[in-house]
């Protein structure tokens, strides 16, 4: 049963989240979407960075096509399944936002198009802070190949910098209800992706490395200098709780979203079945 709520007249909640591991990040974000949906919690903007480093894949993607598991032993780097589509990404030296809410909110619009563009055009704001100008891109032209790396295009309204991808977005829908993630470059650790793709698919990975280093930039290469995780997640909270259009609270987790990480972390992003085979483990 949908919300009777007035969505427009709740306040937000602005988390920023310690580091976390592949699987507490994908269970946090699910968890927030989980309580959203029950009518549990109140839309959400979390902020957040990752340690180990991990590659994410998307929804639909063929791990087995798309990630060496021995590679990433090698260097220390985990994997994970995201509930969102797209393609695969190294979450290396990155801010990563994820955004839970209503359809009604006019912040999500009728299709969602509109989350991503709102979206967008706070974290060009922030960037503003920074001396930095990016725009949205338009729509894609080209038809390239799906199975490569996250940041080898811009979709529409993702943010580029001198015609290059800052930053990357997906979504999920369910339930009358949006979640949508996406990483912003701090660093070149994304450009270490093509190191991990299967021997088998060894063909891809010198247009992988082409594609990353053209078309890709982040902020550390704009500005010339080191740019870290609190300096970036000081300018967008800031632009956020700035937005005339919303009003934010700082917050936590509840007891019942870290109940369900927990246990999504146990039945799900840290098994295998979820990751490489699409399947949740159901135990209790």
Not at 18 to 37: H, I, K, Q, T
Not at 46 to 54: K, V
Not at 70 to 95: F, N
Request: with cysteine; glycine share 6%.
């Amino acid at each position: 049963m949908p919300s009777k709520r007035p969505a427009l007249a709740m306040p937000w909640r602005l988390l920023i989240t310690p580091e976390g591991s592949a699987a507490y990040n994908m269970a946090v974000d699910e968890a927030l979407f989980n309580a959203c949906r029950r009518d549990l919690s109140p839309p959400t903007v979390r902020l957040y960075s990752w340690h180990p480093p991990a590659v994410s894949i998307g929804y639909s993607q063929d791990a087995a096509l798309e990630v060496d598991p021995d590679q990433c032993r090698k260097y220390g780097i985990h994997i994970v399944r995201r509930q969102t589509g797209g393609r695969s990404i190294l979450h290396d030296d990155e801010l990563t936002y994820s955004v839970v809410t209503p359809e009604n909110h006019s912040f999500a619009g009728s299709t969602g198009c509109e989350m991503y563009r709102q979206v967008s055009q706070i974290l060009i704001n922030a960037l503003r802070s920074l001396a930095v100008c990016g725009v949205m891109a338009e729509e894609r032209t080209s038809q390239e190949n799906m199975n490569g790396a996250c940041f080898s295009q811009a979709a529409r309204y993702e943010i580029t910098v001198q015609g290059r991808k800052l930053v990357g977005s997906a979504q999920r829908r369910a339930e009358r209800h949006i979640l949508q993630h996406g990483s912003e470059l701090l660093g070149p650790g994304h450009k270490r992706l093509p190191m991990l793709i299967p021997a088998k698919e060894h063909h891809r990975r010198a247009s992988m490395i082409q594609t990353l280093n053209n078309r890709t930039i982040s902020l550390s290469e704009i500005l010339g200098r080191v740019v870290h995780f609190d300096e970036l997640a000081e300018r967008v909270s800031e632009t956020f709780f700035g937005s005339s259009a919303l009003s934010f609270d700082s917050g936590y987790l509840s007891d019942d979203e870290c109940r369900d990480v927990n246990t999504l972390i146990r039945t799900k992003y840290s098994r295998p079945e979820w990751t490489f085979s699409r399947k949740m483990n159901h135990v209790e």
